[in-house]
């Protein structure tokens, strides 16, 4: 029996940003250990800490198929099983992304379509950079209401044609970076 050795690569996103949207997702990026016995509210900060984090993982497997082909259609439909997609696909490389909660779903399905040589998960924290990305939309949205007050004052054409072009950079602004912390 031949085997032809096939890469697979996955990108998981959490996209949760504290307790009760964990909940509503039904994901938890770390599970609690609590010791009953302290209690302290070191420890608590600390668990506070953790389930704020945005992480972003990312999962790479190295097969051993029988069918490079027939392997990279398996995977897509795996990534559509879990509502994700492909993102890249080729001879020796599959990359999918799905959603960090089908994280170990799918690779356990993935693993099923041959000999796992090689398994790594890896986790990047780009808390700090949603945060940032956060404090931009917060400030951006405020002043895009503060600008909607002068349109309604503005008196003359060309008052409300500069209130509208600062609107206009504003609205771009603010879908830009929600689309970046929707990513």
Do not use: P, W
Request: aromatic residues 8%.
């Amino acid at each position: 029996m031949r085997f032809i050795y096939t890469s697979i690569v996955f990108i998981f996103l959490l996209a949760s940003c504290n307790t009760a949207k964990h909940a509503e997702m039904g994901t938890y990026l770390n599970d609690s250990i609590s010791n009953e016995s302290t209690g302290n509210s070191v420890e608590k900060q600390e668990s506070t800490f953790e389930e704020d984090r945005k992480v972003l993982y990312s999962a790479n497997l190295n097969l051993a198929v029988k069918n490079r082909d027939s392997t990279a259609s398996q995977i897509a439909a795996i990534a559509k099983r879990y509502n994700g997609y492909v993102n890249e696909t080729g001879t020796y490389r599959c990359v999918i992304r799905v959603k960090s909660e089908q994280l170990n779903s799918a690779i356990d399905d993935i693993s099923t379509l041959g000999k796992v040589n090689y398994k790594n998960i890896h986790g990047a924290d780009v808390t700090e950079s949603y945060l940032d990305n956060k404090l931009r939309l917060e400030n951006a949205e405020k002043s895009r209401n503060r600008y909607l007050e002068l349109l309604e004052k503005a008196t003359t054409v060309q008052e409300i044609l500069l209130v509208e072009k600062e609107l206009e950079r504003l609205n771009v602004t603010i879908e830009m970076l929600k689309g970046k912390m929707n990513r």
